[in-house]
C-alpha cells in the first residue's frame, strides 16, 4: 500500500486508505532532507452538515437524528443528545430509567469492543490480513469474539428494538420498557459473556506489545461512583482538570486548520486523548471486582499509556460491560412510566458519555417552541486525532531507516490502537486535503 | 420506487456466477458518504460471518480486511450515497468492476439523511459548519446510487435488516431470486399483532407507506413508524397524510415526519413539499 517519490530530498509515505477501521481516511508522513516533516491523518468521508441540518428541527428529533453519524455506537449518539436535551429540560432520570439506559450502553460497549478487539485490532498481533486469515490460526479465539459481540448485539435489541440504531431510545428515558422475562432471558448469555471476556483479558495479557509509552494527557468522564459509560459526575482531564460537560465545552476549542484538513480538538492548546486508555486512567478504582481483578492479573497499573496496550484495556472493560450488565439485568425492574416527559423551552444544553471509543460531547440550543438552534457534536475521533498524530510522529522519527512498506504498515497499525471512528468525525471534516 | 427486486433484463443470475474453474465468488464492500452501519450489518450475522468466508472470496472489504483483490467481483455492497464529484467517479468505477451491485441501505437507495441539504442551500450548511467551506468539494445535492449508474438490486433500510442482507447475498450466490418483503410496514405490523398506532390515536405512523424489513420494530415499542426503510411500493402517501392532518398532526410535524432518513424518496420529498417549506 505505500509509495514513495524516487529518492531523497523528499520522501512520502502513505496509507491511501486505512483498513480495519471505522470510515475512509488515509495517511501520509514526509519526509525533507531524511527528517521527518509532516504528519497528517487524512480523512476523505464527505462531510455530511449535522450540525446544520439538526437546526431547525424538533428537540425531541434530535437523539435519532444524530444517531446516523455512526452506525457503530448510536446508542452513544442518542445517550449523549438525551442529556443535552435533558440538561436543557432540567430533568432527572429515575432510577429505573437510568439503570436501563445503562444496561442498553454496555450491550454497545460489548459489541463495539469485541468488534474491534477480535475483528479489527487482533489480526496486528498474529500478522493476519484480518479475522478470517486469524480464524483459520485460531478458530476459538475469533469464535469468542464473536460469541461476545453477539452478546453485546442481543443486548441492544432486547432493549432497544435493533441493534444499528436502535429504535426504543428517546429522550427522557425510553418509548416502552422491556418485559422482565425478556431482559431476564439476557441473564444466561451475560454470564457466558462475563466468562468470555475474563478468558479474553487473560488472553490479551499474554500478547507481546511493542514498547511505546506516550505523555498523553488523558480526558475522560471521572464516574459517580461506577465506571463511567452512560455518563458521569464530571470531566476530568490533566493537572487536575474536573469540569461539567459545558464547561469542557468552552476549553475543547476546535480548530480548522488547512495542515490537517480538519476541525480538531484541542485541550489548552494542546492534543489530548480520549478512550479506553483515559477512562482507565480516571476510574481504575472504580472498576467493578472481576474486571480489577482481571486488569491486576494482567499487571495493569494506575495507568497505561501504550497504545498497542488498549487493546488490554478494552478486554478489561469488556469483563466490566459484562459484570455490569449482568449486575443490571438481574435487578432489573421496568420503568414505569418508561420515560419522564421533558418540558423544553429556550435554553441551551451539553451531554457527555463514554462512546466506546472515547468521550463524546453534545450540545443544544433551543428556542421556546422547542426547535433546534444550535447544535455541536464533538465526537472521540476529532479529539483524538491530534494525538493519534503525534503517535505517528513518534514511530516514523524511530523509523525513518524502515522500508515504505514497513513503516506505513506500522503506522497504519498504530492507528487502529485508538479505534479511530472516521465516519463519526467526518461530518465535519474537509473532503479535500489542502496543504500551504 | 419500483420493488427493488422484481426481475429486470439484466436479472440474468448466470452472469453473477464465477466463471469455471474460478473458485469461489468474490464479495467487494465499497463505502460512499454514510454511517458504516449497512455494512456492519454484514459483520453483526456472527454466527455465519465466518461460514460466509469459507463459501466466499472477501475481495474486498475495507473495514472488516487488510486484503484487497482488484475487480471484477462477483457481487458488490455499496453503502452510502452520492455527495462530491469523487464519489461519482468512483461509483462508476465500482460499477464497471461489479458483475452484480446491490445498493444497500436508505443511504444507497434514496440519500439518506444527508439528503436533507437538497431541500437547503448546500453552501449555507458548509459555511455553518465548516470555517473553510472554500475547502469543500461537494455537490449540491446527495443522491441514491441508482442515480448513477445501473442497480441490479436495493436493500432498504436505516440500517438494513441483518436477514434481508445475507439473504440477498446468499441468494444471488446460489443463483436464486431472494425472498424479500415487498409490502409495507402496516402488513408486517398486522402480522407482529401490533395494536394500530393510527386506529388507537396514540402516534402518528409512517407504517402505511413505508417499506416493510424491519418487522414493524417501532410499533412493537409504541412508536410510530419514522420511515426508514422509505416508502413502500405504489405508497398512496397524500391519502396518509390527509388522514394525519384529521388527527391534528401539524403541518410542521407532517414535513419533517417525510422528511428524516429517505427525505429525497421520490414519494416522500413530493409529498412534504406540499406541507410548507423548512
Redesign the interface.
Given at each position: 500500500m505505500a509509495t514513495s517519490e524516487p529518492g531523497p530530498p523528499r520522501r512520502e509515505v502513505t496509507v491511501p486508505?486505512?483498513?480495519?477501521?471505522?470510515?475512509?481516511g488515509g495517511l501520509r508522513l514526509g519526509f525533507s532532507d531524511g527528517a521527518l516533516s509532516e504528519v497528517a491523518l487524512e480523512i476523505?468521508?464527505?462531510?455530511?452538515?449535522?450540525?446544520?441540518?439538526l437546526?431547525?428541527?424538533?428537540a425531541l428529533?434530535a437523539p435519532?437524528?444524530t444517531a446516523?453519524?455512526?452506525?457503530?455506537c448510536?446508542v452513544a449518539y442518542q445517550t449523549s443528545s438525551s442529556l443535552a436535551l435533558e440538561a436543557i429540560a432540567g430533568a432527572t432520570l429515575t432510577p429505573e430509567i437510568a439503570a436501563l439506559r445503562r444496561l442498553l450502553y454496555c450491550g454497545e460497549w460489548l459489541q463495539s469492543h469485541a468488534?474491534h478487539v477480535f475483528?479489527?485490532h487482533a489480526?496486528d498481533f498474529f500478522g493476519c490480513?484480518?479475522?478470517?486469515?486469524l480464524?483459520q490460526r485460531d478458530?476459538g479465539l475469533?469464535?469468542r469474539g464473536?460469541?461476545l459481540?453477539?452478546a453485546g448485539?442481543q443486548l441492544l435489541e432486547t432493549i432497544g428494538?435493533?441493534?444499528?440504531?436502535p429504535?426504543?431510545v428517546r429522550a427522557g428515558g425510553?418509548?416502552?420498557a422491556p418485559a422482565s422475562a425478556a431482559v431476564a432471558a439476557l441473564v444466561p448469555v451475560l454470564r457466558d459473556a462475563l466468562e468470555d471476556a475474563r478468558a479474553a483479558a487473560e488472553w490479551a495479557a499474554t500478547l507481546h506489545y511493542p514498547d511505546l509509552h506516550r505523555d498523553y494527557r488523558l480526558v475522560a468522564l471521572r464516574g459517580a461512583g461506577a465506571y463511567p459509560i452512560e455518563s458521569g459526575a464530571y470531566v476530568a482531564g490533566p493537572d487536575g482538570l474536573a469540569v461539567s460537560p459545558a464547561e469542557f465545552a468552552e476549553l475543547a476549542v476546535e480548530h480548522?486548520v488547512?495542515h490537517s484538513?480538519a476541525?480538531q480538538a484541542r485541550l489548552g492548546g494542546e492534543a489530548y486523548l480520549t478512550g479506553p486508555l483515559a477512562r482507565f486512567a480516571h476510574n481504575r478504582d472504580l472498576l467493578p471486582p472481576l474486571a480489577a481483578a482481571a486488569a491486576d492479573a494482567a499487571g495493569l497499573g494506575a495507568i497505561c499509556t501504550n497504545p498497542y496496550r488498549s487493546l488490554l484495556v478494552r478486554c478489561v472493560e469488556l469483563v466490566a460491560a459484562c459484570e455490569e450488565a449482568l449486575r443490571l439485568a438481574e435487578a432489573y425492574v421496568p420503568p414505569d412510566p418508561p420515560a419522564v416527559s421533558l418540558r423544553l423551552g429556550q435554553g441551551r444544553g451539553f451531554g457527555a458519555s463514554e462512546a466506546p471509543r472515547g468521550l463524546l460531547l453534545i450540545g443544544y440550543a433551543t428556542d421556546a417552541e422547542g426547535d433546534l438552534t444550535w447544535a455541536r457534536i464533538t465526537p472521540p475521533t476529532s479529539q483524538n486525532q491530534l494525538s493519534i498524530e503525534g503517535d505517528l510522529r513518534v514511530l516514523a522519527e524511530g523509523g525513518a531507516s524502515l522500508s515504505d512498506g514497513e513503516l506505513a504498515q506500522r503506522c497504519e497499525a498504530a492507528v487502529r490502537n485508538h479505534d479511530p471512528?472516521i465516519?463519526c468525525s467526518a461530518?465535519?471534516l474537509?473532503?479535500?486535503v489542502?496543504r500551504r | 420506487m419500483s420493488d427493488p427486486f422484481a426481475p429486470a433484463p439484466e436479472w440474468e443470475w448466470e452472469r453473477v456466477r464465477p466463471p469455471t474453474g474460478r473458485g469461489r465468488p468474490t464479495l467487494a464492500v465499497f463505502k460512499l458518504a454514510s454511517c458504516d452501519g449497512c455494512q456492519l450489518s454484514l459483520l453483526d450475522h456472527e454466527d455465519a460471518l465466518l461460514r460466509l468466508a469459507d463459501v466466499v472470496q472477501i475481495a474486498e472489504f475495507a473495514e472488516l480486511s487488510s486484503a484487497s483483490m482488484p475487480g471484477p467481483y462477483d457481487l458488490v455492497l455499496v453503502e452510502g450515497s452520492v455527495t462530491t464529484p469523487a464519489d461519482a467517479a468512483r461509483v462508476a468505477g465500482i460499477r464497471d468492476a461489479a458483475r452484480r451491485l446491490v445498493a444497500i441501505g436508505a443511504c444507497a437507495t434514496a440519500g439518506g439523511i444527508q439528503s436533507l441539504r437538497n431541500f437547503a442551500d448546500e453552501p449555507a450548511l458548509a459555511r455553518r459548519v465548516y470555517a473553510h467551506p472554500e475547502y469543500l468539494a461537494t455537490l449540491a445535492d446527495s443522491t441514491p446510487v441508482s442515480a448513477h449508474v445501473r442497480v441490479d438490486a436495493e436493500i432498504h433500510g436505516c440500517p438494513v435488516d441483518g436477514g434481508e442482507l445475507l439473504e440477498v447475498v446468499a441468494a444471488t450466490l446460489a443463483g436464486r431470486r431472494p425472498i424479500t418483503r415487498p409490502h409495507a410496514v402496516c402488513e408486517e405490523c398486522k402480522q407482529a399483532g401490533h395494536a394500530c398506532l393510527l386506529v388507537t390515536g396514540r402516534a402518528a405512523c409512517l407504517g402505511p407507506v413505508t417499506h416493510a424489513g424491519c418487522g414493524a420494530l417501532c410499533p412493537g415499542v409504541d412508536r410510530g413508524c419514522f420511515g426508514c426503510f422509505g416508502p413502500s411500493e405504489s405508497p398512496n402517501t397524500s391519502s396518509l397524510a390527509a388522514g394525519l392532518a384529521r388527527r391534528n398532526i401539524s403541518e410542521k410535524s407532517l414535513r419533517r415526519l417525510l422528511r428524516t432518513f429517505t427525505a429525497a424518496a421520490p414519494a416522500f420529498a413530493t409529498e412534504s413539499a406540499r406541507h410548507g417549506d423548512v
Open positions: 486508505l486505512l483498513r480495519r477501521v471505522e470510515g475512509e476523505f468521508e464527505p462531510p455530511r452538515y449535522f450540525e446544520a441540518f437546526v431547525g428541527r424538533g428529533e435519532d437524528i446516523r453519524i455512526c452506525g457503530i448510536p468488534l475483528l479489527l489480526p490480513t484480518d479475522a478470517v486469515e480464524a478458530r475469533v469464535e464473536l460469541r459481540k453477539r448485539n428494538g435493533r441493534a444499528i440504531h429504535v426504543n425510553f418509548y416502552r480548522h488547512a484538513t476541525l471512528c465516519s461530518h465535519f474537509d473532503l479535500e489542502t | -
